[in-house]
């Protein structure tokens, strides 16, 4: 059977990922101030930085439309996943539920499923891995959305970012987290929760000793043994490297994969920030 995963672009993919066949991924946009980012491969994220640094309010998203997962459901796969941002981030989820329901109407036999992840960014990119990686071994479509469902709720997300502007500016962190973390230069170490909300995980002084406490709750947790671990870094290569070889010597995972951040989990993670999946 012929298959496509479609993800958002909260979906990190490398660029050799976006190269393969089985991969399409579906734009969001991003308006700072006057101007309009389309989260593509011909984002300047450079510009999208540091448009973000000089404008006083959040940055704003719009999710992709109906229309635009109608468009990319029309590729002649026999099997659609799609992969999006966790839907209580994003309306992207609810969109994609749309088209599938306008797909079905017109292809009553069609196999689409539409995954929430739960999460963003690395995490969007573990679980749209797990699905080629089940899809690929030509397994039938239900044992491959059952089996990805079952991997997705045992995914953990954690995070560390430089800049907590952002997150505050859209009012993720809590009045008094920002006062704190400001007066303070406090780092959280940041996670999602199993609904796919943002939450605190840990704090310290310093990025350095945050991704210490990321890497000592994965080395703490018995599920990690064996499992592949993905880091999304935004505009920050040798942290990433630097984070990598700490899980490598402390944690037993099969793989660590690097990619970087798009245009909407760079607006998340800001510059500097790091995102970690498994």
């Not at 954690?158 to 962190?173: M, Q, S, W």
């Not at 070889?245 to 970087?260: D, G, N, P, Y």
Request: net charge negative; glycine share 6%; with cysteine.
């Amino acid at each position: 059977m012929s298959y496509k995963i479609i993800v958002d672009s909260c979906c990190d993919l490398t660029p050799s990922m976006l190269r393969e066949p089985y991969f399409t991924s579906v734009p969001l946009t991003i308006r700072v101030g006057p101007k309009t980012f389309v989260d593509d491969q011909h984002l300047d994220r450079a510009e999208l930085l540091w448009q973000m640094r000089g404008c006083p309010k959040a940055p704003q998203s719009a999710c992709p439309s109906p229309a635009q997962y109608l468009e990319a459901f029309d590729c002649g796969a026999e099997e659609l996943y799609v992969v999006t941002l966790s839907a209580l981030l994003s309306g992207s989820h609810n969109s994609a539920q749309q088209a599938r329901q306008i797909w079905l109407e017109d292809h009553p036999d069609a196999r689409i499923h539409i995954f929430n992840s739960c999460s963003a960014s690395a995490g969007e990119v573990l679980l749209a891995m797990k699905i080629r990686a089940l899809a690929s071994q030509g397994l039938p479509f239900q044992t491959v959305v059952s089996e990805a469902t079952a991997f997705c709720t045992g995914m953990d997300t954690l995070f560390v970012l430089e800049d907590l502007e952002n997150l505050r500016k859209n009012g993720r962190l809590t009045g008094l987290q920002s006062v704190v973390t400001a007066a303070l230069r406090i780092k959280l170490l940041l996670g999602s929760t199993p609904e796919g909300e943002i939450c605190k995980r840990g704090q310290a002084m310093s990025v350095k000793q945050a991704l210490n406490k990321m890497v000592d709750l994965i080395a703490g947790d018995p599920g990690h043994v064996g499992k592949l671990l993905v880091i999304s870094h935004c505009n920050c290569l040798e942290r990433a490297f630097s984070l990598k070889a700490m899980l490598q010597e402390k944690c037993r995972l099969s793989e660590i994969v690097i990619t970087e951040t798009g245009g909407i989990s760079t607006v998340y993670a800001n510059d500097g920030g790091i995102v970690a999946a498994y």
